[in-house]
């Protein structure tokens, strides 16, 4: 089993930054990607960016340019940093982590862009 701590969700004004962390403990042997996703309310969960193991990047068209994914490998852990946010930004983010065997999800830390 693998277990996902978030962390770093909180209230910023548009404009502003936050950067989300995602540390991985468990069976993190095998690990093929780790990522952000959100659920915008009434709509399927989607991809925010991730990060394969060896290292190619994915992000929606919706953060690039905004936001930055990366990962210590030695710590199992994955950040997001946020930046230029916007109220269409807010939402709660899951950190995922897809190892050979299964999907995991973290249980989410909001953030939420609002004046």
């Known amino acids: 089993q693998v277990q996902l701590v978030e962390s770093g969700g909180g209230l910023v004004q548009p404009g502003g930054s936050l950067r989300l962390s995602c540390a991985a403990s468990?069976?993190?042997?095998?690990?093929?990607?780790m990522g952000w996703y959100r659920q915008p309310p009434g709509k399927e969960r989607e991809l925010v960016a991730a990060?394969?193991?060896?290292?190619?990047?994915n992000y929606a068209d919706s953060v690039k340019g905004r936001f930055t994914i990366s990962r210590e490998n030695d710590k199992n852990t994955v950040y997001l940093q946020m930046n230029s946010l916007k109220p269409e930004d807010t939402d709660v983010y899951y950190c995922?982590?897809?190892?050979?065997?299964?999907?995991?999800w973290g249980q989410g830390t909001q953030v939420t862009v609002s004046s």
């Open positions: 468990g069976s993190t042997f095998s690990i093929k990607s």
């Open positions: 990060i394969t193991n060896g290292g190619s990047i």
């Open positions: 995922n982590l897809n190892n050979y065997y299964n999907t995991y």
